[in-house]
């Protein structure tokens, strides 16, 4: 459903609510008696209107209210959306990254020594493990449905501490170190590959395209 027919809708359920509004206005006027309470009068026509307005009025104000709150909602997720087309290529760009480091580790057979390939891939990935998407839009990701923005924090939020592992892994020396360091790198990179594959799961949804 395009957001012109979702406009419609949500027009269409305030013009509900205004009608229902005016309708219980009119129940109201005709069965409490609170003109003849107070003044000792019967109701006449003008206590019917003024109460189908009082009512009629806060009804729509509620209607109105819930609309445009339903438009803010859905113009952060569009701008959620847009920056999700700037990062999602570099997003999977990096995760490729750091399953190369991943990979290059596990073919370690001795975890205590660096062999020259994982020694090559942590330098290189090392040297460029950041997004470069402004901050702002980063911010905006977080009203991507499906809560998909908080998974993208969290990968964002590791790539420091993976950059300064992988750092620690090319300049250690000694082999507890390089075990310990080693160690530390892989738990990281696979808590961030988690939440990648998180963000790009659902495929099909038709809001993040």
């Keep these: 459903m395009n957001k012109v027919s979702k406009s ?17 206005g009119v129940v109201v006027a005709y069965i409490w ?3 003849t309470l107070i003044v000792g009068q019967t109701k006449d026509w003008v206590d019917m209107a003024t109460a189908i307005g009082t009512v009629g009025a806060v009804v729509a104000a509620v209607g ?14 569009s701008e959620a959306i847009i920056a999700w087309g700037l990062v999602s290529d570099e997003l999977r ?6 399953r190369e480091v991943l990979s290059a580790f596990v073919r370690d ?15 290189r ?6 997004l470069t998407i402004p901050h702002e839009m980063l911010i905006k990701l977080a009203s991507l449905p499906g809560g ?9 939020g590791l790539f420091p501490s993976i950059r300064r592992l992988l750092e620690s892994y090319v300049d250690t020396l000694g082999e507890h170190d390089v ?15 988690r939440n990648i594959e998180v963000v790009f799961r659902d495929a099909t949804d038709t809001r993040m395209r």
């Design 179 to 193: 075990y310990v360091v080693r160690t530390m790198a892989i738990s990281k990179i696979e808590q961030a590959l």
């Design 109 to 123: 057979t001795d975890r205590a020594k660096r062999s020259r390939e994982s020694y090559q891939v942590a330098k």
């Design 8 to 24: 419609v809708i949500v027009d269409g359920r305030a013009v509900l609510l205004v009608a229902l509004g005016m309708l219980l």
């Design 125 to 130: 990935v090392s040297s460029d493990l950041a």
């Design 64 to 77: 109105i209210a819930l609309r445009d709150a339903r438009w803010r909602h859905e113009a952060k997720e």
């Design 33 to 35: 008696p609170w003109k």
């Design 148 to 156: 998909r923005g908080g998974y993208i924090a969290g990968v964002v």
């Design 93 to 98: 760009v990096k995760g490729d990254d750091l």
